[in-house]
């Protein structure tokens, strides 16, 4: 009998295993084809949006929502870039949107999705968990970060000890907060913030800040001149300028609470970091895309990127002026279908002129902090100036940043960074000039596409201080390139690796980086000769001088397939640093 009992248990484990382990039944299989319509909910609460933050950090949701973090993800012309080197070297892959969109990357968005085909939470780009859900010191380059999944109420990491939300949680009632989905009423908030130090350090801005692709070019060096930098000896971090009080300098911190929850100050006297992250960025994306405004509420909240993309800003839709001539008939407009109501046209209006408010506020700051690491003094004369002589002089530029080289950031095509002086005779005419811009707002250098054509002059005395790419894998000796791709000469499409380690050659076989840039506390002298023709009569001239800064060229624009709007952005943001002007005698 004992013997049987064991036979049939034995049988019965048996068949409870083939069940266990049995292959997939095409039910099995036809029910597992069926998306899980939580799945996708349930992901999206683990990456908690910036908007979120907000109902208690509104202040550093106000700074952050215009920053070049908070538009990296948005950015069209970084769209551009990505999917054109993408197009040119397919074996570089997701290597761009981990960094420029890191939750979208970990949420398996496709590489090459277009924004409207995206998350809400990849969108925001360098967004609040980015930074406040890692909790390890990678100290690695090119993106080679984490980000903890997690519900708005999962611990955060910050550089503080968290103690006052600790008295947030354990009086939550009368701080009407929930800490989890079965308190009921109260707003949302993290049971907990935990110290993480690395987040002060520099060393936590590698991971974005340093960049070089599989060839060895080195696109972000920021990290390299910084570690060799006179503030990082001094101990001075990267967060002590980029989001101190005064932008771009290590002047300290304001003083504010770190949040504001149901009315009442948390931690009134601590430290405020700027998380506008005050750099020479800007962004030429729709206002209706960008800055983020927590106020897309009711029929905006459906708007959609491509909606925004057909609202015309520009001719002042929705605006009392425009909505007036409208209703009079004397603008007779085929509206797109979600722009058709006068009153979501008003709605938007009202929306993009905050948004534009808060570009004009970057704009300050982005002039605060190019004018608060640079210096320009001169001019300097050499020798006597008299009239049918030529007139020399210079110009001294000086990096006063002493964090990292002028400019920085990325390289190669961009950043832009040069001098623009010209001579005034006593008639008050402009005779001279050098850093003068083509008839699309590019320097009249090499890849000025009217010089190349012949319709201005190259301009020979040109101070610039852009990054070139030198390559002799085109055609002939050295050659300037603004995105050089090692390409197989079989016209194979992926990037070559070199054959030996970069680390030997110091830069990728056939192509290297001709820095121009002026390096922490540094100098560099700006000479200029006038013609004598140009000087013929004596009298009181005028020398005027700006230094003049831009994200990206336009011929560069064109190359990844910019579009006309983007173009004109681009330099509608160009900015003028320093300008003066000298009044001086020729005998």
């Not at 913030?193 to 070019?217: K, M």
């Amino acid at each position: 009998m004992l013997k049987l009992i064991k036979r049939n248990a034995a049988l019965l484990l048996g068949v409870l295993a083939l069940i266990v382990n049995m292959p997939v039944t095409a039910q099995s299989e036809a029910d597992e084809d069926k998306t899980d319509p939580h799945a996708e909910v349930f992901n999206l609460n683990q990456y908690p949006l910036a908007s979120e933050c907000a109902k208690c950090h509104q202040t550093i949701y106000d700074e952050w929502r215009s920053s070049n973090h908070a538009y990296a993800s948005i950015s069209p012309m970084f769209h551009k870039f990505e999917q054109r080197i993408n197009d040119l070297a397919p074996t570089i892959g997701n290597f761009c949107v981990r960094c420029h969109a890191q939750v979208g990357t970990q949420l398996g968005e496709a590489r090459e999705a277009p924004l409207w085909e995206r998350s809400e939470i990849a969108r925001e780009g360098i967004t609040c968990i980015t930074c406040h859900r890692v909790n390890e010191k990678y100290g690695k380059v090119n993106g080679d970060r984490h980000i903890i999944p997690g519900e708005i109420y999962d611990p955060v990491y910050g550089a503080s000890d968290g103690s006052g939300l600790a008295e947030v949680v354990a009086n939550s009632k009368s701080y009407n907060v929930k800490l989890s989905e079965k308190d009921g009423r109260g707003k949302p908030i993290h049971n907990a913030a935990i110290q993480f130090t690395n987040l002060q350090e520099s060393e936590f801005c590698v991971s974005c800040h340093q960049v070089a692709v599989n060839l060895g070019i080195k696109l972000e060096v920021v990290w390299d001149q910084y570690r060799a930098s006179p503030a990082k000896k001094a101990g001075v971090s990267c967060q002590d300028c980029h989001m101190s009080k005064v932008p771009g300098v290590a002047a300290g911190f304001d003083k504010m609470p770190s949040a504001i929850v149901d009315g009442e100050e948390i931690n009134p006297d601590r430290d405020h970091h700027n998380h506008a992250f005050a750099g020479p960025g800007y962004p030429i994306a729709h206002p209706g895309i960008f800055p983020h405004n927590s106020e897309k509420r009711g029929v905006l909240k459906r708007r959609t990127i491509e909606d925004w993309l057909q609202f015309d800003y520009i001719a002042g839709w929705g605006t009392r002026k425009f909505e007036k001539k409208v209703k009079s008939g004397q603008i007779d407009i085929d509206f797109p279908k979600p722009w058709r109501k006068a009153s979501t046209r008003r709605a938007a209006a009202k929306m993009i002129e905050d948004n534009l408010e808060k570009l004009e506020e970057k704009r300050e700051l982005r002039k605060q902090v190019m004018e608060n690491g640079s210096k320009i003094d001169g001019p300097f004369f050499k020798g006597k100036m008299r009239a049918g002589k030529p007139l020399k002089f210079g110009y001294k530029i000086t990096n006063i940043n002493a964090g990292h080289n002028l400019p920085s950031g990325s390289l190669g095509a961009q950043p832009e960074l040069w001098l623009n002086v010209a001579l005034i005779n006593p008639q008050g005419e402009a005779v001279w000039e050098s850093g003068y811009v083509d008839s699309n707002g590019d320097m009249a250098d090499l890849h000025s596409l009217d010089v190349r054509a012949g319709k201005i002059p190259h301009d020979d005395q040109l101070f610039n201080l852009q990054t070139k790419f030198l390559t002799t894998n085109v055609k002939g000796t050295d050659r300037e390139m603004y995105l050089p791709v090692n390409f197989d000469i079989d016209q194979i499409p992926f990037l070559r690796p070199p054959g030996q380690p970069t680390t030997v050659l110091n830069h990728p076989p056939f192509v290297r980086m001709e820095g121009r840039s002026i390096p922490p506390l540094g100098e560099r002298m700006a000479n200029y000769k006038v013609p004598a023709d140009l000087v013929k009569e004596p009298g009181k001239y005028k020398l005027a001088v700006r230094m003049r800064s831009r994200a990206e060229p336009i011929y560069f624009m064109r190359f990844v397939g910019a579009t006309t709007e983007m173009e004109r952005e681009m330099n509608k943001w160009m900015l003028d640093i320093h300008p003066y002007t000298v009044e001086f005698e020729i005998n």
